[in-house]
């Protein structure tokens, strides 16, 4: 294969398949800076050993953030700047894309975490934006709560939470105060695989 040549891929974007570290304990956020560099570093070797055209793939990978049980609480923005740091010492220019995880995050903390990231003062030469599951889909699942007549709420609370999550990708997200069904609920589950 050419990798300078993208017919060979058949329009194919190789996801780099979730190199995350789980919440499941009470590590800080230092600790979970470190351990995010080291992966990311292994995982790009790993890459790099195998020839793999960066430039025609995307990460995604947790955000920097403590354990689930961690006593002390970090601000969306020390959160953006564990994360940014660990991306830029460990994850190529050449990458067009990191699409984050949510990892257990409530709806509304994966949102703002996306936009301070969004707005860290560190360079970021690529597209930080989201992959997230349950923190895009929670709280239109309990406004669907299994009841046809519930659909018109469920995709409300789909569409605003997606748009949320646009606006957090451009680091332009601010919070009306109007939260969804289950915005502010913790997603975390232990020994789940995000």
């Known amino acids: ?16 398949p979730e190199p995350e570290i789980l919440p499941d304990v009470d590590h800080d956020l230092l600790r979970c ?32 953030t403590a354990g689930h049980t961690c006593a002390q609480k970090y601000s969306p923005q020390e959160i953006a700047m564990a994360t940014v740091t660990a991306l830029w010492r460990t994850v190529p220019p050449a990458v067009p894309g990191v699409t984050f995880l949510s990892g257990g995050q409530s709806e509304e903390d994966a949102t703002i975490n996306l936009n301070s990231i969004n ?11 989201f992959s997230y599951g349950h923190a895009l889909q929670a709280s239109a699942l309990k406004a669907w709560g299994g009841k046809e007549e519930n659909g018109k709420a469920c995709q409300d609370e ?8 646009s ?9 009306s105060g109007e939260k969804g069904a289950a915005a502010q609920e913790s997603l975390f589950v232990a020994n789940h695989a995000y």
């Open 1 to 16: 294969m050419d990798p300078y040549n993208d017919t060979d891929y058949n329009g194919i974007v190789p996801i780099v």
């Open 33 to 64: 800076q470190y351990v995010t560099e080291k992966v990311l570093a292994a995982v790009y070797k790993a890459l790099s050993d195998h020839h793999v055209y960066l430039e025609g793939s995307l990460l995604k990978p947790n955000m920097v």
């Open 119 to 129: 707005q860290c003062h560190l360079l970021r030469p690529w597209a930080l934006t």
């Open 158 to 165: 789909y569409i605003k939470r997606a748009l949320n999550n």
């Open 167 to 175: 606006q957090a990708a451009l680091g332009k997200y601010a919070s």
